[in-house]
Nanobody, 115 residues
């Protein structure tokens, strides 16, 4: 069983930055980890994924060059550095963990980009 707790969300002005953290309980070193987001009235969408060792990352096109996903397996934590934030980035951001048939989600953290 893996539990995921996100933190770091909040209100930021357009062009600003935030760093989200996802603290995991349980053994996540074998897990692919990632971030998804869901805006009001929209479906949940992929933001970024990172392989178990951190050697491979994937990003949704609209996040490339602005967001960076990383992980520290020793700290059981995954990060999402978000720069050049836009109002369209406003959403609840969810941490995600996947290994074989096992999929876990965090409770989400709100990010609001507004002047």
């Amino acid at each position: 069983q893996v539990q995921l707790v996100e933190s770091g969300g909040g209100l930021v002005q357009p062009g600003g930055s935030l760093r989200l953290s996802c603290a995991a309980s349980g053994f996540i070193s074998l897990y692919e980890m990632g971030w998804y987001r869901q805006a009001p009235g929209k479906e949940r969408e992929l933001v970024a994924l990172i392989s178990s060792t951190g050697g491979i990352t994937n990003y949704a096109d609209s996040m490339k060059g602005r967001f960076t996903i990383s992980r520290d397996n020793a700290k059981k934590t995954v990060y999402l550095q978000m720069n050049s934030l836009k109002p369209d980035d406003t959403a609840v951001y969810y941490c995600y963990a996947h290994y074989r048939i096992y999929v876990y989600w965090g409770q989400g953290t709100q990010v609001t980009v507004s002047a």
